[in-house]
């Protein structure tokens, strides 16, 4: 739905992120933090969030589709 509604929106490419690409990269980075170094977790924490940005976004602009079309 997203990629119909906002195609080529460069704040939505997930491609664009280091380490974690997509909800299957997150789930397996997160489940390896405990195996890690106090500088390998921080690295890996910040790039959850990078991946949590456009995910948050992503939201925000579906919304924002679904109210221009209501009006």
């Not at 170094?37 to 602009?61: F, G, N, W």
Request: glycine share 2%; charged share 25%; hydrophobic share 40%.
């Amino acid at each position: 739905m997203l990629f119909a509604l906002c195609p080529n929106d460069p704040e939505l490419d997930y491609n664009a992120l280091d380490l974690i690409h997509n909800g299957r990269d997150a789930m397996t980075a997160f489940a390896q933090l405990p195996g890690k170094s106090p500088q390998e977790r921080q690295h890996i924490c910040a790039d959850l969030l990078a991946y949590c940005r456009p995910d948050t976004l992503a939201m925000v602009k579906i919304l924002e589709k679904l109210r221009e079309t209501a009006l």
